[in-house]
């Protein structure tokens, strides 16, 4: 494990201690880690449209984001155009958020986002339609034009907040 997951986690450790006992804890701890969750997507939103407007090509934006995922909680970041497409990312799968809930019904959720409705959108974790992996996700309007702006985190790192 990385120092900085080590500290990530340590820090949620603190915040659950700090939190109080029990069932309230637990969810107070989860709240707390949903706002670092999406603190860390309006970074990358800000991010990625200062890069764009700057001249970087998508390929030295997902270089950069895998840097990023290398070295922190989050272990994958989505960034769609605005039909979808998630053009930007630190993972090798090629995916286009669809806005039919029965065609995709984890993903759909974020839908919202692109069409103006939503300003952000907390998903419990839970599994994804491309691999049955659990992952907690994230995401936020584009800070520059119609898009989501998704992080994040396997089950294998989220806290446990007890």
């Not at 407007?53 to 997902?62: F, L, R, S, V, Y």
């Not at 839970?126 to 994230?138: G, L, P, S």
Request: aromatic share 8%.
């Amino acid at each position: 494990m990385t120092d900085v997951r080590r500290f990530f986690r340590l820090s949620l450790l603190l915040i659950g201690l700090i939190a109080g006992g029990g069932a309230a804890r637990a969810a107070d701890c989860e709240e707390i880690f949903a706002k670092y969750m999406v603190g860390q997507a309006m970074l990358a939103a800000n991010y990625v449209a200062a890069a764009e407007k700057a001249g970087m090509k998508p390929a030295e934006i997902n270089t950069a984001l895998k840097n990023i995922a290398a070295k922190s909680a989050i272990e994958e970041f989505w960034i769609t155009d605005s039909k979808g497409h998630a053009y930007l990312t630190n993972t090798s799968i090629d995916f286009t958020f669809s806005p039919d809930a029965a065609k995709q019904p984890q993903a759909s959720a974020f839908w919202p986002l692109i069409s103006g409705a939503k300003d952000a959108v907390i998903q419990a974790a839970r599994k994804r339609e491309i691999d049955n992996r659990v992952f907690k996700y994230v995401g936020v309007a584009g800070v520059d034009k119609p898009r989501i702006v998704q992080v994040g985190v396997s089950a294998d790192n989220l806290p446990v907040c007890k």
